[in-house]
């Protein structure tokens, strides 16, 4: 019976790696919309697929979110050197346990790494974005987080994500019409991956995401599934880590 159940979530692995076209996927059993507990095994198998694609000297950038959040809590012992983990974006607005700069100092201590912290807010106008962008120190920063080699990041109900980021009604009202499901950095995309809104933010963005070694998406539960399957068409994450329910509910649909 163990291994019916090895041998089906392989088939759904298999399946859904097909279906969005990614390089590897690893599905966790259960469904986290029903069991809170299974965010715990998404962050321990991401996690240890982290550990398998570490090395000396990288720099690894994380999102906040709770996924990613126990990405960190479950990271194993591993101590490669002379790592630097970073925020992927400023998120400073999200709740201080969920934010960026709280997972990337949490997963540092777990590396023994050094870390950087980048606070600016979530949500800027595009003047304090371009004027922020000026500033040395926040430059600098940026610069230091666009040497990131590995992205370890999370993926959200677009609507669900606008609300917790507390966007007005009137852009949730365009998000709606404009038809957008799944958010991750900051960009918001339709059912087939195009981008559709767009928040101003400063870190890491879509360009800076093709060129790395790893990118890791991690994300699961039913009610997310049409968000991983738009984010993994515009992201094509060289892992995804997902779990039975998203997967299932994927895979019913294409
Ligand atoms: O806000 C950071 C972020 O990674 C978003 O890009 C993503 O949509 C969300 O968090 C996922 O959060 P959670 O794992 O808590 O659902």
Request: charged share 25%; glycine share 12%.
């Amino acid at each position: 019976e163990v291994m019916g159940i090895l041998d089906g979530r392989a088939d759904l692995e298999r399946e859904l790696r097909r279906v969005l076209g990614l390089r590897a996927v690893r599905v966790v059993s259960g469904d986290v919309d029903e069991n809170p507990e299974v965010k715990g095994d998404l962050g321990f198998t991401a996690a240890r697929f982290l550990r398998e694609v570490l090395r000396r000297g990288d720099v690894v950038a994380v999102t906040g979110g709770t996924t990613v959040a126990a990405v960190a809590a479950r990271m194993p012992p591993v101590h490669p050197g002379n790592i630097l983990v970073v925020p992927a974006r400023g998120g400073v607005g999200e709740r201080v346990e969920y934010q960026a700069n709280t997972i990337a100092a949490d997963l540092a201590e777990r590396l023994r790494a050094e870390y950087l912290l980048f606070h600016v807010p979530d949500r800027l106008s595009e003047e304090a974005y371009r004027s922020l962008a000026g500033e040395p120190q926040i430059a600098e920063k940026l610069h230091l987080i666009r040497q990131a080699s590995i992205v370890v990041h999370g993926i959200g109900q677009a609507i669900a994500m606008a609300r917790r980021r507390r966007l007005p009604p009137e852009e949730i009202a365009v998000l709606e019409e404009r038809g957008a499901v799944g958010e991750a950095f900051g960009y918001y995309f339709d059912q087939d991956g195009r981008i559709v809104y767009q928040q101003h933010t400063l870190g890491l963005g879509l360009g800076d995401i093709s060129g790395m070694r790893a990118v890791i998406a991690v994300a699961g539960g039913r009610g997310k599934a049409g968000a991983i399957a738009a984010v993994a068409k515009a992201v094509a994450p060289h892992m995804l880590v997902t779990d039975e329910g998203a997967a299932r509910e994927i895979l019913a649909r294409y």
